[in-house]
C-alpha cells in the first residue's frame, strides 16, 4: 500500500493557497494606496525588474529539467525551490507596483491614460496579439498554483512516479507564464508614463 500521508497533509494547505493567492492579488491589484491618504512615489522601477525576474524563472526551469535529465535530483530540487521562490518574488513585486501606479493601457501613446480613436489606429491588430499574451499569461498563472505546489510535494513525499507525470504538464504552463510574463512586459513598456 502507498504512502499518501505526506500529500493528503498539504491537500488543504494547496486548496487554499490556490485560492488566496489569486483572490488576494486580485484584491489587492484595485488598491491603491493614495486612495487612502498614503502618498507614495510609483515603484516605476519594478516592472523592468519583475520581468527579469520571470525571465529568470523560465532559464531556471529549462536548467531545472536539464539537471533531471542527467540524474542531478539534488540540484533539481534547489533550482525547483528557486524558481518558486522566483515566481513569490514577483508576485510580490507587481502587487507593490500596481498598488502604487495607474495601470498603463496597451498603445497609449501620450500616456494619458486614455486610449484614442488615433492610437488604436497606430498600434492595430498588435492589440489583440498582446491581450491574447496576457489574458493566457493571466489565466495559467491562476492554473499553475496548485500544479506547481502538488508538483512540489509529490517530490517531497518521495512519490516521484506521481510527480513526473504532473510534472510533464506543469512545466510547460510554467516556462509559458514565465516566457510570457517577459513578452507582456515588453509589449506594454513603450506606453509605460515616465
Do not use: C
Amino acid at each position: 500500500m502507498e504512502d499518501n500521508s505526506l500529500e493528503k497533509k498539504f491537500n488543504a494547505f494547496i486548496i487554499a493557497v490556490s485560492i488566496l493567492i489569486p483572490a488576494v492579488v486580485g484584491v489587492l491589484f484595485t488598491v491603491k494606496l493614495k486612495d487612502f491618504g498614503i502618498q507614495v512615489e510609483p515603484l516605476s522601477f519594478l516592472p523592468p525588474i519583475y520581468a527579469a525576474t520571470n525571465g529568470l524563472t523560465a532559464i531556471v526551469l529549462v536548467g531545472a529539467v536539464m539537471v533531471i535529465k542527467r540524474g542531478n535530483r539534488q540540484l533539481h530540487e534547489r533550482l525547483m525551490t528557486f524558481a518558486i521562490a522566483l515566481s513569490v518574488a514577483f508576485l510580490v513585486m507587481y502587487v507593490a507596483y500596481h498598488m502604487t501606479a495607474d495601470s498603463t493601457k496597451f498603445g497609449d501613446l501620450n500616456h494619458d491614460g486614455i486610449l484614442d480613436q488615433m492610437e488604436t489606429g497606430e498600434i492595430g491588430s498588435i492589440r489583440y496579439v498582446y491581450f491574447f499574451i496576457l489574458i493566457t499569461h493571466i489565466i495559467l498563472s491562476v492554473a499553475i498554483i496548485p500544479l506547481v505546489l502538488i508538483t512540489y510535494v509529490r517530490a517531497l513525499a518521495q512519490r516521484f512516479d506521481r510527480h513526473k507525470k504532473i510534472a510533464k504538464v506543469t512545466f510547460p504552463l510554467w516556462l509559458y507564464v514565465a516566457v510570457t510574463g517577459v513578452v507582456v512586459y515588453l509589449m506594454i513598456s513603450p506606453y509605460y508614463a515616465n
